[in-house]
């Protein structure tokens, strides 16, 4: 699979301007998931203040069920790296038996739909574990199935230690851009391969 990736940066004016811009965007062809600003500035009627409602997420977010869709959307809003969050999502669900599923909460009965607010998890399907990545959506916050230690720290020198919570989940990256996207992809491979 061949997977290409481009970045404009610019004003919204200087991009909409650009001949180059427009040229190239005609041209992609199959199928894209961008998450990119959106007119979604609109008059707050209590203040007369304009109001940022944040990231319009295009297309769905790789391997959340259609039941998920719209609230992983809501939380990846006001994620400044929504799209490196969807490019670690496309790559990691990708993987061979990789299913995402929300959560069951204490009070979710037979028939209820899993609950897709806070975080997303993603398990290896036949796996005895819970989940090899569990994945926060609003913040890009990625939580592995593994221990931190010297192995972690070269592979992912963003990545940090936690010393609270379940036992088996000791170590997190926070996804902000392509190098911490390339680090929690190799994290994610690790804690894949052990579960």
Not at 44 to 55: A, N, Y
Not at 119 to 143: C, D, E, H, M
Not at 157 to 176: C, F, M, S, W
Request: charged letters at 25%.
């Amino acid at each position: 699979m061949k997977l290409t990736y481009v970045c404009f940066e610019g004003t919204p004016q200087e991009l909409d301007a650009s001949e180059v811009v427009r040229d190239l965007v005609r041209q992609r062809s199959g199928t894209v998931d961008a998450a990119s600003r959106a007119p979604r500035v609109v008059v707050d009627p209590e203040s007369d203040d304009e109001v940022d409602f944040g990231w319009l997420v295009e297309g769905d977010v790789p391997g959340v069920a259609e039941e998920g869709q719209s609230t992983v959307k809501a939380q990846l809003a006001f994620n400044r790296a929504a799209q490196q969050f969807l490019d670690f999502m496309t790559e990691a669900t990708s993987w061979e038996s990789v299913g995402v599923h929300g959560i069951k909460r204490k009070t979710w009965q037979e028939g209820d739909p899993l609950d897709y607010t806070g975080y997303l998890r993603l398990r290896r399907k036949g796996s005895q574990y819970g989940g090899f990545v569990y994945a926060f959506p609003s913040t890009g916050v990625i939580n592995f199935r593994l221990q931190y230690g010297d192995k972690i720290a070269q592979l992912a020198p963003d990545a940090y230690p936690l010393t609270k919570g379940n036992d088996q989940y000791r170590v997190n990256v926070q996804i902000h851009d392509e190098s911490t996207l390339r680090q929690a992809l190799a994290l994610a491979e690790l804690a894949h391969d052990a579960t």
